[in-house]
């Protein structure tokens, strides 16, 4: 499955979320690292919510740049 991942630069480094996964997160001081670190607590999360038989949410989001 491919979720949508947010990207946010801050002044201490990057965050990350996926909005069809409520309460997954990751922050780190480089995007390489943000990345790296989601990407591995995404599968921790999905793999959790399997063992505790939870539903895993389909991949709704969607994401669009609007000029203005």
Do not use: C, Q
Not at 23 to 46: N, Q, S
Not at 56 to 66: D, G, L, W
């Amino acid at each position: 499955m491919k979720y949508l991942i947010v990207y946010e630069k801050s002044d201490t480094g990057w965050g990350a979320y996926a909005p069809d996964l409520p309460g997954l997160g990751a922050a780190g001081k480089t995007l390489d690292e943000v990345k790296e670190l989601i990407r591995e607590a995404m599968e921790f999360h999905l793999e959790g919510m399997r063992e505790h038989g939870d539903p895993i949410p389909p991949p709704n989001a969607i994401t669009e740049y609007i000029s203005v």
